[in-house]
């Protein structure tokens, strides 16, 4: 399936080589993984700013490739996510899971998309996993009023096509035909 | 762009079963989530020892990241100097002239100080640090305040410690790893501390927000004596936090209180200092036998 989509989707196609197997199916999860952890490092915020970047990449791979993360990632990804994001433990898992089966059961019932649609559907996600994130974390002892996540709502959403790009740039590099074939 | 046809289940069993299969293990991952948060809720601490595992796993990469946080706020710090270093320089000469004549006052008013509290039979035990360290990430999308603190229990460092910096309070060991540990900090609404404003001692409590600034609650009710510009440092009551650390400025006034600013940015800081958690001197024995001496 894999170098069928490959030469599909790759202008500049070399003969005799392959994307690389472990890249295909790893790099989608590593970028996650990643865009769970690194965000951290560069400013030691006092505030929510950060758009939750695991999240959004998770949510890029999934609208740009269905099917290729299988709906179960949510929880590998969401307890890596979880060491990380400082939310209470399990959260992520829970609402990574729900938002794969929320994105099936969507795509199922509309069959043709769009830049808009995709980006709505985002738009909705996302709102809806930030104020989930503030509920739990509330009930966890916190008591952090909504306007508190207003700004990083804003960035999140606003940013999520940006993310789309990086995404399908991702996308260019998993399927980079590397490995020559005999 | 149509979903892409083998996504549909077909006549194969085999592929119907995948597609079962792989529903059910997704409705089960948010299964597995659901039970982790409650337990998360019911004992928070449970996961301590994971999530230090990670953090403790990630700490040389932040480290370095944190390094590099450093250089680039040097380097435009040095940009920016360079286009008005003359006039600066004028201006810290003079401030140099004036500071170093009320260092001298200063160091008399401590000679001074001590002497009295000698005379009072008061001992005061010195603030000791424990190690000074990086700060190297934080919780930057949550909207709970958690930083990493690049020592852990390989230095010395226990939960419960205050972290501070230069400039101020910054927080408090949460959790401790093996070579990092979890700070709480200052501006998390978790966080409550026990302040009292720098002129004249006006008791208070300082609770984070959440989003960067600081709640001031007043301890005793009426009209609120705050003022915008006033300085807050931590009283001391209760232990934990030693009295006199710098905190916040007020900025906002409330109808019962105050909203204040923190004065240690804690990304403008590049190493922070981990206190001894202090504890209050112990009050004086009480009389048992019911006499009191009479002098």
Redesign the interface.
Same mark, same amino acid.
Do not use: H, K
């Given at each position: 399936?894999f170098q069928r989509i490959a030469s599909r989707s790759t202008s500049r196609q070399r003969i005799n080589h392959a994307p690389s197997r472990i890249l295909a199916r790893g790099f989608p999860w590593l970028t996650i993984m990643l865009g769970s952890?690194? &965000?951290?490092?560069?400013?030691?915020? =006092?505030?929510?700013?950060?758009?939750?970047?695991g999240f959004l990449i998770y949510l890029g791979w999934r609208q740009l490739r &269905?099917?290729l993360l299988?709906?179960?990632a949510?929880?590998p990804l969401?307890l890596f996510d979880?060491?990380? =994001?400082?939310? &209470?433990?399990?959260? *992520?898992?829970?609402?990574?899971?729900?938002t794969?089966?929320v994105l099936?059961i969507v795509?199922?019932r509309l &069959?043709?998309?769009n830049f808009v649609t995709e980006w709505l559907m985002a738009m909705g996600l996302i709102v809806a996993y930030i104020f989930l994130?503030?509920a739990?974390?509330?009930?966890?002892? *916190? =008591? =952090?009023?909504i306007?508190?996540?207003v700004p990083?709502v804003v960035i999140s959403v606003l940013s999520y096509p940006l993310v789309g790009r990086v995404v399908a740039m991702f996308d260019r590099i998993r399927l980079a035909p590397i490995v020559l074939l005999r | 762009?149509?979903?892409?046809v083998?996504?549909r289940s077909s006549y194969s069993r085999r592929a119907q079963y995948t597609t079962f299969l +792989?529903?059910t #293990?997704? %409705?089960?991952? #948010?299964v %597995?989530?659901? #039970?982790?948060? %409650?337990?998360?809720?019911v004992n928070?601490e449970?996961?301590s020892t994971? /999530?230090g595992l990670?953090?403790d796993a990630?700490e040389p $990469? $932040?480290q370095v990241?944190?390094g590099g /946080?450093d250089l680039g706020r040097d380097a435009w710090a040095n940009l920016s100097g360079f286009f008005h270093s003359g006039s600066e320089h004028a201006r810290i000469e003079r401030e140099l002239g004036e500071a170093k004549v009320r260092l001298v006052e200063a160091k008399a008013a401590m000679a001074e100080n001590k002497r009295l509290k000698d005379l009072m039979g008061l001992s005061e035990q010195d603030g000791g640090a424990v190690t000074y360290a990086r700060?190297? #990430?934080?919780?930057?999308?949550? +909207?709970? /305040?958690? $930083?990493?603190l690049g020592a852990g229990r390989d230095r010395n460092v226990t939960s419960g410690m205050p972290v501070r910096s230069q400039m101020g309070l910054v927080g408090r060991v949460l959790e401790v790893g093996s070579s990092s540990a979890r700070v709480l900090?200052v501006?998390?609404?978790?966080s409550v501390v026990p302040v009292r404003r720098a002129a004249d001692g006006v008791p208070a409590f300082a609770q984070g927000?959440?989003?960067?600034t600081l709640r001031i609650r007043l301890i005793n009710l009426g009209i609120n004596p705050l003022k915008k510009g006033d300085v807050l440092v931590t009283s001391g009551s209760g232990g934990l936090y030693r009295p006199g650390t710098p905190m916040a400025i007020v900025t906002d006034l409330i109808r019962d209180g105050a909203i204040a600013r %923190?004065l240690s940015?804690?990304?403008d800081t590049d190493y922070v200092m981990v206190e001894k958690s202090w504890a209050p001197p112990a009050p004086p024995p009480p009389a048992n036998d019911g006499t009191v001496k009479k002098r």
């Open positions: 399936m952890v690194v &965000p951290g490092w560069f400013l030691i915020a =006092s505030a929510p700013v950060m758009p939750p970047l &269905p099917g299988p709906i179960w949510g929880l969401g979880d060491l990380f =994001s400082g939310q &209470p433990f399990g959260c *992520a898992v829970l609402l990574w899971s729900v794969a089966i099936e795509e199922l &069959p043709w998309r994130c503030l739990f974390a509330n009930i966890a002892g *916190a =008591s =952090s009023p306007r508190v996540i990083q | 762009m149509a979903p892409p083998n996504r +792989s529903y #293990a997704g %409705v089960l991952g #948010a %597995v989530g659901l #039970a982790l948060v %409650v337990i998360s809720l928070p449970f996961f994971l /999530r990670a953090d990630t $990469a $932040a990241s944190a /946080r700060l190297t #990430a934080s919780t930057s999308a949550s +909207s709970r /305040r958690y $930083a990493t900090l501006t998390d609404s978790e927000n959440g989003d960067g %923190v940015n804690p990304s």
